[in-house]
């Protein structure tokens, strides 16, 4: 079982910058791909970005990419997301995963969710 924790979402102005992270309970985080999901209002959840359990390899949406960069530091069993150039449409409860396979199609923890509010 592992438990994932979000912290660091909060109210920012367009053009600005929030650093996310994810702390994972239990010794066996670098078994697993973790990622980035968001779900706006009214909107279907969808992927922001991802990372291999070793930090390798990444991807990114293309709605994102070149604005955020997903790390992981696996002694501390924790998971980030710096947003750069934040723009309204960021605005989501962002959640992080953990899944057994990369890429991601199959998630096997969720995270509680964090907001992110980006003001115009």
């Known amino acids: 079982q592992v438990q994932l924790a979000e912290s660091g979402g909060g109210l920012v102005q367009a053009g600005g910058s929030l650093r996310l992270s994810c702390a994972a309970s239990g010794r066996t985080f670098n078994r697993y791909a973790m990622g980035w999901f968001r779900q706006a209002p009214a909107k279907e959840r969808e992927f922001v970005a991802g990372i291999t359990g070793s930090g390798g390899v990444t991807h990114y949406a293309n709605s994102v990419r070149a604005r955020f960069t997903i790390s992981r530091d696996n002694a501390k069993n924790t998971v980030y997301l710096q947003m750069n150039s934040l723009k309204p449409e960021d605005t989501a409860v962002y959640y992080c995963?953990?899944?057994?396979?990369?890429?991601?199609?199959?998630?096997?923890?969720w995270g509680q969710g964090t907001q992110v509010t980006v003001s115009s």
């Open positions: 995963a953990a899944a057994l396979v990369y890429p991601i199609v199959s998630v096997n923890y």
